[in-house]
């Protein structure tokens, strides 16, 4: 996990109840219900939120004004002078399809991380079914070497990895990509699904082997079904990870640039205009927000995945 | 493009695919296996594939640059500690790990500061108010750093003085009366590795302010009503009662947030890339590898990372035995 991306990696301890955004306990935790908040914290909360906000909403009306507005005034001016508010337009997006590679780069960007957010699941799903379920010399140590590597920088990889698939005629390609990805990803996958898995009911499991269920079946038909929320919250990480990630997406994909390498282009040529860089930060944000809002309980669930308790 | 997007599709379908016929034949190889084996070599079997991408992207590679480190520039003859003594020496290596250094002090205390405020604050409204506000603190987590990046040029943009600002801190600036400032280049006491740290804070507080708005809902109601009663101010009552019950919790987003600054790299290489003395460890470490095409200094810039992580590293592994045995 380079860059910025922030993921749990110890386990937390949290009331179950308390896995998406803004759950209310049953009980009332206020001294007095019936009150209102006080001014005050609205009025900070309200700030902070705008705070929050704002930067993005300037990029997002800079995206609909005309080149030239964009260079010599600045976005706000659309609230005091009506002419600018009036000359918005949906011309930079058409543009940033014509003029840059971003259509190509968007097509690029689902090719790498669909791969790299499904290949992994199953595969980490039955190494954590066999930490969870299985005894063997070794288990414990192995574990915490994994979860040791939760903490080393993958920059430590890419130097030899570079070599590794120089040799194999890799570099450049995609596969090159989302199979580094793969590996990155998976002491995070094998870690959360682990820490799903072993608070299973054990009951389940003896019960099958009684039944004369091999662990194979076992894990087919019972414990994969059952663990389906954390496999759902790993993959948005996953997929939120892959699709924004820059660094190993500049080492590797050559020619075959991600959203994130061509966005990066055009800030760094922004004397040829603000307005294709904005409508490109857009169009690059769109999907991840898409799945962040639609998915955003799996995605809580995944942040607190060490705390969900039997 | 249609090309790669079936390519695309082979991968998924032949990898999953591919995955599980693998699994299947492992299995079956297990049982062929007399009784007793089978059970003792089945783990391992299903363990392999895992383990195996670990090793050849992680282990393997890792020590491998641990070689390299003490290896010249196209890693073709040994040097010794060349590299790391050469790098200690210099002054912007240096700079680029005072910079680090600040980063690590100020951002995940920040972070957590900011996220602990708006948790408490958030959880006194009303539940639409409070999902409201959560989802648009929490929403720049989605928004990758390129287009924070691209979001945030335009906070710091500057034009020459006596043309209209098209920034929002020149707007606000030069509307006061100020002259327009050149914020990332503004060096003086850090100030523009400031402006960057605040990106991260804008895109982390929220991940924060979701733990810990969980860990505080947590803390059960009576405790508080009894320091209510004994007369406790709100004050007293936040940092002797709440602070000490989510302790857990605010260990675990200092350490995450920690281990992500360690590792940032594409703020600052999308704002400055390091430039007006922003550099940090992350992004020397990929200009080494590139501009400078220095396999040595790289690899060492990377070690001496790991080394600053081993810390972090160490206490990683005591939580997680320590959560076991309590298991």
Not at chain 1, 284 to 310: D, E, N, W
């Amino acid at each position: 996990m380079s860059g910025t991306q922030a993921v749990t990696a110890t386990p937390v301890q949290l009331p179950e109840q308390s896995t998406s955004i803004g759950s209310r306990r049953n009980r009332k935790r206020k001294h007095d219900p019936t009150a209102k908040s006080p001014m005050w914290v609205r009025i900070v909360l309200g700030l902070i939120c705008l705070a929050w906000v704002i930067p993005t909403f300037g990029l997002a009306v800079t995206s609909f004004r005309a080149k030239d507005d964009a260079a010599t005034s600045g976005w706000w001016t659309i609230f005091t002078t009506p002419s600018n508010f009036t000359r918005l337009t949906l011309k930079n997006y058409s543009d940033v399809f014509s003029q840059t590679d971003m259509g190509e780069a968007f097509v690029n960007s689902i090719a790498i991380t669909v791969p790299a957010t499904i290949i992994p699941i199953l595969i980490a799903a039955f190494a954590a079914y066999a930490f969870s379920f299985m005894q063997f010399p070794g288990r414990d140590l192995l574990l915490i070497v994994i979860v040791g590597l939760l903490v080393v920088p993958t920059q430590v990889a890419l130097v030899p990895l570079l070599k590794i698939y120089g040799a194999l005629g890799l570099n450049g390609t995609l596969p090159a990509v989302w199979l580094t990805h793969i590996g990155f990803g998976m002491p995070l996958a094998v870690y959360i699904i682990r820490n799903y898995m072993s608070t299973l009911p054990k009951e389940v499991i003896e019960s099958a082997k009684i039944d004369g269920a091999s662990h194979f079946q076992t894990f087919w038909r019972l414990i994969l079904p059952m663990s389906t929320p954390v496999l759902a919250s790993f993959a948005i990480f996953q997929f939120l990870w892959v699709w924004n990630d820059l660094l190993n997406a500049l080492i590797f994909a050559g020619q075959n640039s991600p959203l994130p390498v061509s966005l990066n282009r055009l800030i760094g040529s922004e004397g040829q205009g603000w307005q294709l860089l904005t409508a490109g930060g857009l169009f690059t944000m769109i999907v991840p927000i898409i799945v962040f809002l639609s998915l955003q309980r799996y995605f809580v669930r995944g942040l607190t995945a060490g705390s969900v308790k039997g | 493009m249609t090309i790669k997007i079936l390519n695309a599709i082979i991968a998924v379908v032949g990898g999953v695919l591919g995955a599980i016929v693998l699994y299947w034949l492992l299995n079956k190889l297990a049982e062929l296996l007399p009784g007793r084996w089978e059970d003792r070599v089945k783990p391992y079997l299903f363990l392999l594939p895992a383990v195996a991408a670990i090793s050849l992207y992680l282990i393997y590679p890792a020590i491998q640059t641990l070689i390299y480190s003490f290896a010249n520039k196209n890693s073709t003859a040994f040097v010794g500690f060349d590299n790391y003594t050469s790098l200690l020496k210099s002054q912007n290596f240096q700079n680029t790990l005072f910079n680090t250094l600040l980063w690590i002090i100020i951002v995940p205390a920040a972070v957590i500061v900011v996220g602990l405020l708006i948790a408490t604050l958030a959880d006194r409204l009303g539940p639409r108010g409070e999902k409201l506000s959560k989802t648009l603190i929490f929403l720049p987590m989605a928004i990758g750093a390129v287009s924070a990046g691209a979001i945030w040029k335009f906070v710091y943009a500057v034009r020459p003085p006596g043309q209209n600002q098209i920034g929002l801190f020149n707007g606000i600036f030069t509307g006061l009366g100020g002259d327009p400032v050149n914020w990332l280049q503004l060096s003086t006491l850090r100030f523009n590795s400031l402006l960057l740290m605040v990106m991260l804070l804008w895109m982390q507080a929220g991940f924060a302010m979701v733990l810990l708005s969980a860990a505080i809902k947590g803390v059960p109601t009576e405790t508080l009503e009894a320091a209510r009663l004994d007369g406790a101010a709100e004050g007293t009552i936040f940092f002797r009662i709440v602070v000490p019950q989510i302790r857990t919790t605010l260990i675990t987003v200092f350490i995450t947030v920690l281990i992500g600054v360690l590792k940032t790299f594409d703020i600052v290489y999308v704002m400055t890339n390091g430039r007006s003395k922003t550099n940090v460890i992350a992004v020397d470490f990929f200009n080494q590898l590139f501009t400078n095409r220095n396999n040595g200094n790289a690899a060492a810039i990377v070690v001496m990372l790991l080394i600053i992580m081993i810390p972090v590293l160490v206490f990683q592994v005591r939580q997680f035995r320590a959560e076991e045995a309590a298991r």
